[in-house]
């Protein structure tokens, strides 16, 4: 069985192909960007109906095969930007039909997890979801997967490109604020936000906001300070999942995981607990088709040609979403 599955619920348009083993035959994306940063969901819904077509023509061209030879297809139902969700759904939709195959929506965090356990073999892993708009610790746990913190405002993605923004280096900052970082020498004192298992980002922008502006301190500095801050909280919330659960895995996910030291304050972490540590290949921890065709396969038996039923949810949670699939 063939899946095609289409992403739309941000700044990225994509289409995966992938079939029922786990191989994957294409993974084209296209992401909407703005010079000074931010996204407009109505900007990044035109780029999504620019580039649709395309991207989806040249997924099949890389894959080497024709509309016909796909077998389902599915979309990122939510959570995200509505505007932008309907581009995916309504491109999804025109698929289905015109290979007359069945369709299914998908929940865009969970697949986040999957795509995660396939590319790792993790069996049964705590996911850390650091991404734009979404920051989550997310595990199978009673018949859902379930959120055990997240953020209580912004993503943390979107927290350092505003900070990034704020200092003018553009948007994406995540690599630049990570190259800076390198540069950094001193550790300078911020705020250290986690409250139960959530953490929290907006009174740490301002604070660092105000340093900037003080001129007291050096830009490597405050950007090396900024990702040992915030990363320590994110290990610390994503440890003490792994210690309540007894999950022995820890599996990244999300652009904001494309970063090395956050990648080896987790490896450190996982180390110290006897955990296994995973980081799957950044072209799935960025926003992609790829993780939305493989929830597809696995969520085959909900999908229909009864296209009045299937609709985007905006808001869908992580924990709303019914696993039937396991
Ligand atoms: P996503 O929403 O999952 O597509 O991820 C996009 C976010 O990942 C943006 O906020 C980027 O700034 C961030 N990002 C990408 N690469 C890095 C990196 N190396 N370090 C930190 N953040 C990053
Ligand atoms: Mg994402």
Same mark, same amino acid.
């Given at each position: 069985?063939?899946?095609?599955? !289409? ?41 999504h ?15 080497? %095969? ?10 990122s ?38 795509i ?6 993790? !069996?049964?892993?705590?996911? %850390? ?6 920051t989550?610790? !997310? ?16 993503g ?13 280096l553009? /948007? ?9 970082? %390198? ?24 604070? %660092? ?7 007291k ?6 950007? /090396? ?12 919330v ?29 490896? !450190? ?7 296994k ?50």
């Open positions: 069985m063939i899946c095609l599955g !289409i992403e739309s619920t941000a700044h990225t348009f994509g289409c995966g192909i992938i079939d029922g083993k786990g191989r994957i035959y294409a993974n084209v994306t296209d992401a909407y960007k703005t010079e000074k940063g931010g996204i407009h969901p109505t900007e990044a819904k035109l780029h109906e620019d580039v649709k077509d395309k991207i989806v023509e040249e997924a099949l061209k890389v894959a080497n %095969l024709k509309l016909e030879d796909i077998d389902l297809v599915s979309f139902q939510g959570p995200g930007l509505a505007p932008c969700l309907l581009v995916g759904l309504k491109k999804a939709k025109e698929l289905s039909k015109k290979a007359n195959v069945p369709l299914v929506g998908v929940n865009h965090c969970c697949a986040h997890l999957e995660g356990k396939l590319m790792t073999k993790a !069996i049964d892993p705590i996911l %850390l979801y650091p991404s734009g708009a979404n989550q610790v !997310i595990a199978y746990d009673g018949g859902k997967y379930r959120v055990f913190g997240e953020t209580l405002d912004q943390v993605g979107n927290f350092i490109d505003a900070f990034a923004r704020y200092i003018g553009g /948007f994406p900052g995540g690599p630049k604020i990570e190259k800076l970082a %390198l540069d950094g020498k001193n550790y300078i004192e911020l705020p250290y936000v986690v409250k139960g298992m959530d953490v929290s980002f907006s009174g740490l922008l301002t604070n %660092l906001k105000q340093k900037y502006d003080s001129k301190y050096s830009v490597e500095d405050l950007a /090396f300070s900024l990702q040992e801050t915030v990363f320590a909280m994110l290990v610390e994503s440890e003490r999942a792994m210690a309540h659960t007894g999950k022995d895995e820890l599996v990244l996910g999300g652009g904001v995981a494309c970063n090395k030291r956050l990648q080896q304050m987790c490896r !450190i972490m996982c180390e110290e607990r006897n955990a540590f995973f980081v799957p290949p950044n072209e799935v921890l960025v926003d992609n088709g790829i993780q939305i065709a493989w929830l597809g396969i696995l969520q085959k038996k909900e999908a229909t040609k009864d296209y009045d039923k299937i609709d985007i949810k905006p808001y869908e949670r992580t924990d709303d979403a019914e696993v039937k699939w396991r």
